[in-house]
Structures are given as structure tokens and as C-alpha cells.
């Protein structure tokens, strides 16, 4: 089998927008640098999700905000503005797309597990970050690969 080279290239990947993110986080898709990657292509891509299948596939993005928390409405109506303005200007909805199928993702954690678990999730990985506390259970990447059977 042929392993040739490919160069790819892909955009930085970037956070789920949470609740008050305006940080590096809060950059649209289209202000992340691109990576260039060249490598042996091993495997198949996957496939990316149906939007047929996926709730929020198709949602309009007054049926995604109706979804949102009330802090996650706020940011998705700010950033949703400062694309709105730039696509006016640059006549280009490349950006509005990505950020549309972003929050849709949010629309959809949030409906899946309802406004108070999700404001708590945030919460819980939120302290995790500021004090580099692990989850009760939680265990090293070695151990994982270790239980696994998996060679270090």
C-alpha cells in the first residue's frame, strides 16, 4: 500500500464557547492561525455527523439561542452580531457557519442535560482549571493506558 504524504490544513481547534469566555477563546474561527500538517495517511477519515440524525442539525439560529442558557444567549447574541457585521462587510458567511454549528453543538449539550446540569458542568470544569484539582475518580493517562492493558 502506498503511505505518499499529504499536506493538510486545518484551523487552530478552538473552545466551546462557555458562560463570560472573551478571552483567546472567544476569537472567531476565522482569526485562528492555520497549521500545516504533512503525514502517511494510515486510516480512513471519519465521517462527520448527519445533520439529519444530530439534534440542533438543522436549527435556525433563533431556535439555537431559545436553547441557550441565559449567559450562553448573551454571548452567542454578541458573537453572533460581530460575525453578522464582518459577513456585511467581507460578503462572506464562512464565519457565521462555523459559529452557528458551534453553539449549535452548545444547544445541544444543554438541552440534552438540561440548564442546571450544564451551568454545573461548567462550574465543576471551571474550578478544575483555576486549581488544577482533578474530578473525584479521576485517573493519570498512564493508569488509564495501564487498566487498559495498553503498553505505556
Not at 503511505?3 to 478571552?23: K, N, S, W, Y
Not at 454571548?75 to 460581530?82: K, L, S, T
Not at 485517573?139 to 488509564?144: K, T
Amino acid at each position: 500500500m502506498d503511505r505518499g504524504c499529504v499536506d493538510l490544513q486545518f484551523p487552530e481547534p478552538t473552545a466551546m464557547p462557555r458562560r463570560g469566555a472573551r478571552a483567546a477563546s472567544a476569537r472567531p474561527p476565522s482569526a485562528h492561525p492555520s497549521v500545516t500538517i504533512v503525514s502517511a495517511v494510515t486510516a480512513a477519515a471519519a465521517p462527520l455527523p448527519d445533520p439529519e440524525r444530530t439534534p440542533f442539525g438543522h436549527a435556525s439560529p433563533a431556535q439555537v439561542r431559545a436553547a441557550l442558557t441565559a449567559e450562553d444567549a448573551a454571548e452567542f447574541d454578541r458573537q453572533w452580531r460581530d460575525a453578522m457585521a464582518r459577513a456585511t462587510d467581507e460578503l462572506d458567511l464562512t464565519e457565521v457557519m462555523h459559529i452557528l454549528a458551534s453553539w449549535r453543538r452548545v444547544a445541544w449539550v444543554t438541552t440534552s442535560v438540561g440548564a442546571e446540569r450544564y451551568r454545573a458542568a461548567l462550574a465543576s470544569a471551571e474550578h478544575r482549571l483555576q486549581t488544577g484539582e482533578r474530578h473525584p475518580g479521576a485517573v493519570s493517562w498512564s493508569q488509564l493506558k495501564a487498566g487498559l492493558g495498553l503498553p505505556e
